[in-house]
Nanobody, 122 residues
Framework: QVQLQESGPGLVQPSQTLSLTCTVS??????????WSWIRQSPGKGLEWMGL???????YYSPSLKSRTSISRVTTKNQFSLELSSVTPEDTAVYYC??????????????WGQGTQVTVSS
């Protein structure tokens, strides 16, 4: 079973860059038809999909965050990372990494990290 673990600073200063890493075990981030996302939940709000990196290294971003977001990966470490620049207190949220797999074109699987709280404050 795929397991994901987020890591990174819990406190980021306004205008700085938020950087998080998701370490994956039990599966490879290059496995065909798996997509690796970052999703966040701000206080009192629903889940917000931020972007993903695919098994082939392709990236897709939420239009509302695209100008500030970068997702990359290190395949040798089986990790993928998020960078969110120019953060404000509105970026305070619990950040989750997620794996979404499509097997045989029909079966889908979803795995989640436990989430990590990031607070933007001076």
């Amino acid at each position: 079973q795929v397991q994901l673990q987020e890591s990174g600073p819990g406190l980021v200063q306004p205008s700085q860059t938020l950087s998080l890493t998701c370490t994956v075990s039990g599966g490879s981030i290059t496995t065909d038809y798996y997509y690796w996302s970052w999703i966040r939940q701000s206080p009192g709000k629903g889940l917000e999909w931020m972007g993903l990196i695919g098994y082939d290294g392709s990236t897709y971003y939420s239009p509302s965050l695209k100008s500030r977001t970068s997702i990359s990966r290190v395949t040798t470490k089986n990790q993928f990372s998020l960078e969110l620049s120019s953060v404000t207190p509105e970026d305070t949220a619990v950040y989750y990494c997620n794996a979404h797999g499509i097997v045989d074109g029909t079966q889908t699987y979803d795995y989640w990290g436990q989430g990590t709280q990031v607070t933007v404050s001076s």
